[in-house]
């Protein structure tokens, strides 16, 4: 129940002069005391969807695409269509054809008149599509253009690589979130060295982020070996059990996590009967055939390990 609306001149009941109240699920207006129905059938003004949060409020709503901080303007700036149409839907003739070729270009211009907003919109470009190239989800994008933004309010990306910064922002973004992307694919996707890359994602790491980002688990890298090669679901269980089994022990200190991904998902793979290829699973873990012969070495010096009842003992 809401207090009747002053402007619609239904404040007070014509009966007991109370105070009308109006019914939202109902559309009328009506006193609380006598029940007096001043107006049924009111318009709900209200939107016509639910929503639980401002973000998917700003989503369904319909008067344009919703503010985004991937877009260098927020995506607030009005965009000349390119059909050449008018309001009615006819086609231009060529000297309006002409002019409005001519507004859409001055509009592009003006967008990005700054050489701080041309940068800063080539590196958000940049980085939506390498996610678009790596299927990552739009928090990562939303993520990575917030470390870039902060990266450049602070003068930290100034003078250097647009490919290199946005690609360590993107690194960056998929470390905070815990999303499983090797800084080579990353460099791929953004055209640049994952040398380069490694240099400006330590800059980030010293400069922007001053919290500390653990490394990826052995059991995301598992999993993600197990997707990338569609390996049996059985050898992931197994990899995933040894993998628990040894996490507290010495052997994973100071070692790689993709080295001992690879090694327990070979030696998983052999105790199921599958028999993949050593080059094979270093090549996805992006490791080499030694890193993965020797951790298997360590593991099998370590722990006894028995197939049948699915256990890894110390």
Request: aromatic fraction near 6%; charge should be positive.
């Amino acid at each position: 129940m809401l207090p009747a609306r002053k402007e619609a001149g239904l404040n007070e009941c014509p009966n007991c002069r109370n105070t009308l109240i109006g019914d939202q699920e109902r559309g009328e207006i009506l006193c609380s005391r006598c029940g007096f129905v001043a107006t049924d059938q009111g318009i709900d003004a209200g939107n016509e969807f639910r929503q639980f949060d401002f973000e998917e409020r700003s989503k369904r709503m319909r008067v344009g695409q919703p503010a985004s901080i991937a877009i260098h303007d927020y995506g607030l700036s009005t965009e000349i269509s390119g059909d050449s149409r008018d309001s009615h839907g006819r086609f231009l003739d060529p000297y309006n054809r002409q002019n409005a070729q001519r507004m859409q270009k001055w509009q592009r211009r003006i967008r990005t008149s700054a050489q701080g907003e041309r940068s800063l919109a080539n590196a958000l470009t940049k980085i939506s599509e390498a996610a678009g190239q790596l299927r990552l989800p739009d928090a990562i994008v939303e993520e990575a253009s917030h470390i870039f933004r902060k990266s450049a309010k602070q003068s930290v990306s100034k003078s250097k690589s647009i490919a290199g910064m946005a690609a360590a922002s993107l690194y960056l973004a998929c470390r905070r979130k815990t999303v499983n992307r090797s800084l080579k694919e990353i460099a791929k996707a953004t055209g640049t060295q994952e040398r380069a890359a490694a240099r400006y994602y330590r800059l980030l790491v010293s400069e922007v982020e001053v919290h500390y980002l653990p490394p990826p688990s052995v059991q995301k890298y598992i999993s993600k070996l197990v997707n990338k090669e569609k390996i049996n679901p059985r050898v992931e269980r197994l990899a995933l059990d040894l993998a628990d089994r040894a996490t507290e022990s010495e052997i994973s200190s100071g070692k790689t996590p993709a080295g001992l991904a690879a090694a327990y998902v070979y030696i998983a793979s052999v105790l199921c009967s599958e028999h993949i290829p050593q080059r094979e699973i270093a090549e996805i873990a992006e490791v080499t055939e030694v890193t993965v012969r020797n951790r298997c070495r360590e593991i099998l010096e370590k722990f006894t390990i028995r197939h049948k009842p699915k256990a890894i003992l110390p």
